[in-house]
């Protein structure tokens, strides 16, 4: 048994307990995902948050019409998820373009 053990540590570098607790901890980081959540106003029309949509979060035209429209019917709705350093540029842009959007 104490060869195996050698063996494993050899080829797969280290005890298989530090490398188990390395694989968690790494999974817990990109568990950390974040998220642009856009608001209604009574400014902005439905065109312009379409188009900052698509040209921001990278949208489709239906899904940036779908998203605008939740915002529109529920007050908010999440656009866009992602690492927290991607998702505050995405944010940054559209409250660059006057819209109201924070990262949860």
């Given amino acids: ?5 050698k ?5 797969f570098g280290g005890n ?3 490398k188990e607790q390395e694989d968690v901890l790494i999974l817990e980081d990109e568990d950390q995902e974040s ?3 856009l608001y209604n106003d009574d400014v902005n029309s439905f065109d312009w948050v379409i188009e900052c949509l698509v040209e921001i979060c ?3 035209y239906l899904q940036a019409e ?8 529920k007050g908010k709705a999440i656009v866009k998820s992602g690492s927290q350093e991607k998702m505050k540029s995405i944010c ?3 409250c660059d373009r006057d819209l109201s959007a924070i990262i949860e």
Avoid at 7 to 11: A, G, I, K, T, W
Wanted: glycine share 0%; proline share 3%.
């Fill in 1 to 5: 048994m104490k060869n195996w053990f």
């Fill in 58 to 60: 990278e949208h489709d």
């Fill in 66 to 73: 779908q998203c605008a429209l939740l915002v529109h019917l």
């Fill in 92 to 94: 940054q842009a559209l």
């Fill in 35 to 37: 998220k642009v959540v």
């Fill in 16 to 18: 298989p307990k530090e």
């Fill in 7 to 11: 063996s494993y540590q050899n080829n």
